[in-house]
């Protein structure tokens, strides 16, 4: 588990001084075992909760957009107006339950990666991430 110390560091390299309100966002994203998916309102409510006060979303914002930029946490965009942050930053493939909005790491050992046939010419393909999008099936199979 990581420290004040290392949140504090984590904070000044994503160029952020080291406050209060940044040291509980530091501590409910990275003091974890287990991945963590979540939107910028839910990490407001989230630490609004634990610390008993509210916590300015434009803090939450800005403190996760930096996070993002050094490289420490990865957005996932679900479609043009929501965005998930996962904590694992490495090239991993995600369900999203349409039901319960909940992003859901997936297995490498589930998907075979994708055949892509033609490229953006004079680009590389530097990695690719599938988004699976499930749903109840509401059909009746007899």
Known sequence: ??????????????????TKQRLKICEVLFNRE?????TINDLVKNISNQLN????????????????KKGYL?????????????TNISNHHHFFDEDTNELIDCNDDSIETPNVK???????????????????DNQNHN
Do not use: C, Q, W
Not at 34 to 38: A, G, M, Q, R
Not at 58 to 68: I, P
Not at 118 to 135: D, F, R
């Open 118 to 136: 033609k490229n953006i010419t004079g680009k590389k393909i530097n990695s690719i991430e599938v988004l699976i999008k499930v749903a109840t």
């Open 53 to 68: 006060e509210k916590i300015s979303l434009a803090t939450v914002y800005n403190t996760v957009h930096a996070f993002k």
């Open 1 to 18: 588990m990581l420290k004040n110390t290392e949140f504090t560091e984590k904070l000044r390299s994503s160029g952020l001084r080291p």
């Open 34 to 38: 287990k991945t963590f998916h979540f």
């Open 74 to 86: 990865k957005e996932i965009s679900i479609n043009s107006d929501k965005s998930y942050f996962d």
